[in-house]
């Protein structure tokens, strides 16, 4: 069955959270990472949130520490028709371009960490792609996390994170917003990561990453993808779930964080 905006799911399991699904147009990288902060500022009991969205143009986002002043060529990005913006979570430059971008808003105790969070988070991810024929796995262990440096997130996986043929197909980010927890990301669709080398420096280079349309040979449709990641994301982490709209205070939130988002002094800082 289909995913529509009245259809609801009821995990197997009844965990104590109820989870809201927003479907999210196409916005600017100020305003889609001033809803995902908003949304984590919201803090409702015993609530989860599930966003899904996409971008209006092409955007570099930096992890929040990562140094990334004078390093990447503002002219060059203007001629390419690229934007930038600096991420309320950690991690390493993303181009978000040919994507569907998701964000996880949850009770941080809910799972006992920001680690086994993401566990269960990458599962219901890899459940989602296999489900659309993309045989994608967590990235076994040895690998350590890699500092905020100029990189770019897709040039190598570490351990937890979604592969294909040990290439990453997604890459997520978290943080912890009082008492919860974002985790967003990138689930490549089509197109690379390549257009960072053109605009910044040679640390951005590296192992291509990999795509749906490389594994299947075609970039499934906006209702498949929902379809399978709320579908993939429910079986992983159980509840209830629905769909919804954001609250008004979340709106107003968004607005007044829009300006940080937007602002260069911030996306600049490092």
């Known amino acids: 069955?289909?995913?529509?905006?009245?259809?609801?799911?009821?995990?197997?399991?009844?965990?104590?959270?109820?989870?809201?699904?927003?479907?999210?147009?196409?916005?600017?990288?100020?305003?889609?990472?001033?809803r995902d902060h908003a949304l984590a500022l919201e803090r409702r009991e015993g609530r989860g949130i599930l966003r899904l969205y996409r971008w209006t143009t092409p955007t570099v986002s930096f992890g929040r520490n990562q140094p990334a002043r004078g390093l990447y060529d503002s002219e060059v990005a203007a001629d390419l028709g690229v934007d930038f913006v600096r991420r309320p979570t950690g991690g390493r430059a993303v181009l978000h371009d040919r994507e569907l971008t998701y964000a996880v808003v949850a009770p941080l105790r809910a799972w006992g960490g920001l680690r086994e969070a993401f566990r269960r988070i990458n599962e219901g991810i890899v459940h989602a792609l296999r489900s659309l024929g993309v045989p994608a796995e967590l990235a076994g262990p040895g690998r350590r996390a890699r500092p905020p440096d100029a990189e770019a997130c897709f040039r190598e996986p570490e351990a937890g994170e979604i592969t294909v043929q040990g290439r990453k197909i997604v890459g997520s980010a978290q943080v912890r917003i009082e008492e919860s927890f974002l985790q967003h990301g990138s689930v490549l669709l089509a197109g690379d990561q390549e257009l960072l080398a053109r605009m910044g420096p040679p640390g951005v280079r590296g192992r291509p990453a990999i795509t749906i349309q490389d594994v299947t040979g075609r970039v499934p449709s906006q209702g498949k993808l929902v379809e399978g990641l709320v579908s993939g994301l429910a079986e992983a982490l159980s509840g209830v779930w629905e769909s919804g709209t954001t609250t008004p205070a979340v709106e107003k939130r968004a607005r007044a964080l829009v300006e940080r988002y937007g602002s260069p002094e911030w996306t600049w800082r490092r």
Not at 2 to 28: F, H, K, N, Y
């Open 1 to 34: 069955m289909g995913w529509s905006p009245t259809t609801r799911w009821r995990s197997e399991t009844a965990a104590s959270l109820r989870w809201t699904v927003l479907i999210d147009g196409p916005r600017s990288g100020a305003e889609n990472m001033a």
